[in-house]
């Protein structure tokens, strides 16, 4: 299992950096971008399959030969971005997944094509949310051909932007969606105030909620409504949502929390809130 730094950027975008060290004499940059957003979703019966392709753009002024391989993904509200084998979470569908090529050469600001398909088994069991990444990496050629070095030590650092594009099957009845409000916390950095809402997906489909509160003083006045953001989650992972409160002035409040994700399913919570 291989775990990278916290960042869970919006759903659609997913960059992972990596620097690395050879022998040799220069400062290399390999640059590649997808055509597109950075996630394909399906809705699939048992049985049913999706064709696509995904168009790889070579930014860079030299050629670069790239692999291409699946992963899969779980995400928590703690900031662990987890990359595992693929066919090893119990929702994958990286198992349904084929491509090619798995490995070829791009040309100086060149492109590449990559086919896809995506063939859900004829399980009639199977019911909401499954998915993992397809992701595209460069192989500079200093990791292929390190340079000789010069006198005693000799450093090339070359930067690598891998790409992971988000393969999403939803599959058969929409499955059960179930929405926990796992913990939530208050936090003060100097002037700035916020309520911090960890909501973990413990249902059989993915969820995007967008999350809000509305505060009540003592009296039950309104003091505001605080909008909050949007993030996809899916099932068995969780997010962290966090409401901006420092325009709200200190004191006691009763907090009604809701989390929309935008159908049918709207989810709620009420706190009490002690602002200082």
């Not at 960042?7 to 997808?34: D, H, P, Q, W, Y």
């Not at 979703?41 to 790889?56: H, I």
């Amino acid at each position: 299992m291989r775990k990278y730094p916290a960042a869970l950027a919006k759903s659609i975008l997913m960059l992972f950096l990596a620097g690395f060290c050879f022998l040799g004499s220069a400062f290399a940059e390999v640059t590649l971008n997808v055509d597109g957003t950075m996630t394909r979703s399906f809705t699939l019966d048992p049985g049913g399959n999706a064709k696509g392709e995904l168009v790889v753009q070579n930014q860079g002024d030299e050629e670069t030969e790239v692999k291409v391989y699946l992963q899969d993904y779980l995400h928590y509200a703690d900031g662990r971005n987890l990359f595992q084998k693929p066919g090893t979470v119990v929702r994958s569908n990286a198992p349904w997944i084929t491509f090619t090529p798995n490995q070829t050469v791009i040309s100086a600001k060149g492109s590449l094509t990559i086919n896809y398909t995506l063939s859900v088994p004829s399980d009639p069991k199977l019911k909401g949310t499954y998915w993992s990444l397809l992701v595209i990496e460069p192989v500079p050629k200093s990791m292929l051909t390190p340079g000789k070095p010069q006198n005693d030590i000799d450093i090339q650092v070359v930067t690598v932007v891998r790409l992971a594009v988000q393969m999403i099957a939803n599959v058969g009845g929409k499955g059960e969606p179930k929405l926990r409000f796992q913990s939530r916390s208050l936090s003060r950095d100097k002037n700035i105030r916020t309520l911090n809402l960890d909501l973990e997906n413990t249902g059989e489909r993915m969820l995007t909620p967008h999350v809000w509160t509305e505060l009540f003083n003592g009296k039950g006045k309104s003091a505001g409504k605080i909008d909050g953001s949007r993030h996809r989650i899916y099932p068995g992972c969780s997010a962290r949502f966090v409401l901006d409160l420092s325009k709200i002035p200190p004191g006691g409040y009763k907090a009604v929390v809701i989390a929309d994700n935008g159908d049918d399913n709207v989810f709620g919570a009420n706190y009490t809130l002690d602002l200082k």
